[in-house]
Nanobody
Framework: QVQLVESGGGLVQAGGSLRLSCAAS????????MGWFRQAPGKVREFVAT????????YYTDSVKGRFTISRVNAKNRVYLQMNSLKPEDTAVYYC????????????????WGQGTQVTVSS
């Protein structure tokens, strides 16, 4: 079992940056593919980024490529999402999730989820 706790959300102006952090419990963190998802008000949850177990491979949804960076430190049981050049359309609750499936990009492929952290980008 893995428990995930996100932090780092907040209110930021358009063009600004935030760094989200996800702390994982358990000693098997490095065995999970990690992902970030987001859900805006009135919209379905969408995939944002994923990172492989070793951190060597990453994948992003098109709307955040070049602006967001996912990373992980297995020794610290942490995964991060650095968000730069934020836009109002990035406003959402951001969720960290863990999967046992290689290259998981769909929410259904993730087993464990955090409670989410709110990111609000003002124009």
């Amino acid at each position: 079992q893995v428990q995930l706790v996100e932090s780092g959300g907040g209110l930021v102006q358009a063009g600004g940056s935030l760094r989200l952090s996800c702390a994982a419990s358990g000693r098997t963190f490095s065995s999970y593919v990690m992902g970030w998802f987001r859900q805006a008000p009135g919209k379905v949850r969408e995939f944002v980024a994923t990172i492989s177990r070793s951190g060597a491979n990453t994948y992003y949804t098109d709307s955040v490529k070049g602006r967001f960076t996912i990373s992980r430190v297995n020794a610290k049981n942490r995964v991060y999402l650095q968000m730069n050049s934020l836009k109002p359309e990035d406003t959402a609750v951001y969720y960290c999730a863990a999967s046992e499936k290689v290259a998981a990009r769909r929410g259904a492929e993730y087993t464990y989820w955090g409670q989410g952290t709110q990111v609000t980008v003002s124009s």
